[in-house]
């Protein structure tokens, strides 16, 4: 696995989008990424890509970035990735690969809330 080039900034609406490549000699079928939002952890982002088998994969792991995401900084918990057999693997990065979500504490309401 190698790193993503950089770190990127989304808002509400977007699609938050990492590149990253995966190899395996048995074929790549399903990549996910956890993030969680560094001030609150309740916050939290799945990014998911499709690796149709290939053994060697260049692919973005995405999701929408929807309106009720706290803003700030989001970094990467695990990844985990699984092979056409069902095997997996999870990692935790020893390095920190990361997004930012733009935007206010007003722009968003927090979940269980009602105002």
């Given at each position: 696995m190698l790193p993503p080039h950089a770190h990127q900034r989304?808002?509400?609406?977007?699609?938050?989008?990492?590149?990253?490549?995966f190899e395996d000699d048995s074929g790549v079928e399903e990549?996910?990424?956890?993030f969680v939002n560094t001030e609150d952890h309740k916050y939290t982002v799945g990014l998911r890509a499709n690796g149709g088998g290939k053994t060697r994969l260049k692919t973005s792991v995405e999701a929408p970035a929807t309106?009720?995401?706290?803003?700030g900084e989001y970094r990467c918990?695990?990844?985990?990735?699984?092979?056409?057999?069902?095997?997996?693997?999870?990692?935790?990065?020893d390095q920190t690969i990361n997004f930012w979500v733009d935007g206010t504490s007003q722009a968003y309401e927090p979940r269980?809330?009602?105002s």
């Open positions: 989304f808002s509400a609406g977007d699609v938050i989008s990492i590149g990253m490549n990549v996910y990424m956890l309106s009720d995401l706290a803003p918990e695990y990844i985990h990735v699984r092979d056409v057999h069902g095997n997996y693997v999870v990692s935790y990065p269980g809330l009602v």
